[in-house]
Every structure is written in structure tokens, then in C-alpha cells.
């Protein structure tokens, strides 16, 4: 009976440590007019050959197509809101907001980049799209 005691508290600390660290994760990733979390988009889009391969917890990738950076956190249980994104970017230079079939997409300037963000929050979808031609 000890045993089972002990197994059990010992799964539920750590049960409650995943849930520490996924809470941490949510917290982490930030969006503001010119930056992605610790890093400045104009820096992000200077070095897009060497981009890091995520940015607290979400993916990141260079775009060669179009020479873009893109940054996705869909499907990971961040679920960021239209209203956070939107308070972060709303005094951005071209500012912007339009809604279609459920998800919004945001756009604004930094410096002589464009950039885009798209949210459907029912299914926890968030991409960034940033680059100087778009």
C-alpha cells in the first residue's frame, strides 16, 4: 500500500511539472510590432539562411518561394486570441484586421518589412508571415 502511495504522488508530481512547463511554454512565445518574443523581426529577416528552428516553442522557417519568414504555433495548445494580438499590434504603421469564415488575419509594417498574422482560434491556429517584398 506504501508503494502504491508513492508511485501515485510521484506520477502527480509529475503530471503537475508537465503542466508547470506547457503553462511556462504559453507564457513564453510574445508578438509586438517589431518583435517575435527575444527576437527583432527586422533581425529575423536579415539572417532568414540561419533562423533558429523554433521560437519558444513555435516552429520557424524561411519561406524561399516568396523569401519570407514564417512562424507557426498551430496546434500546440497556446491558443492565442484575436483581442491579445490585436492589442499588441494595434498602433503598428498600417495596421489592419480583416475576418473571413472564422479567421482573422492581421497585418501591419515594421521598418520595410510587411507582415501578416492569421487566427482561427476554434482550432488553435496562429502564422506569421513577415518579409520585405509582401
Known amino acids: 500500500m506504501k508503494n502504491k502511495i508513492i508511485f501515485t504522488t510521484s506520477l502527480l508530481c509529475l503530471s503537475l511539472a508537465a503542466c ?14 517589431n518583435s517575435i518574443s527575444e527576437f527583432t523581426i527586422p533581425e ?25 519568414l514564417f512562424v507557426q504555433c498551430s496546434k500546440k495548445g497556446f491558443n492565442y486570441t484575436n483581442k491579445q494580438v ?17 479567421q482573422y488575419n492581421f497585418r501591419w509594417k515594421t521598418g ?21 517584398g509582401t
Open 44 to 68: 529575423l529577416l536579415e539572417n532568414l539562411d540561419s533562423l533558429p528552428n523554433q521560437i519558444n516553442g513555435c516552429d520557424v522557417s524561411h519561406h524561399k518561394a516568396t523569401d519570407e
Open 20 to 33: 508547470s512547463k506547457q503553462a511556462q511554454m504559453k507564457t513564453n512565445f510574445f508578438i509586438q510590432q
Open 112 to 132: 520595410a518589412a510587411s507582415c501578416s498574422i492569421a487566427i482561427e482560434e476554434d482550432n488553435d491556429i496562429f502564422e506569421l508571415w513577415c518579409g520585405k
Open 86 to 102: 490585436s492589442s499588441a499590434l494595434s498602433g503598428a504603421l498600417g495596421f489592419s484586421s480583416t475576418e473571413q469564415f472564422g
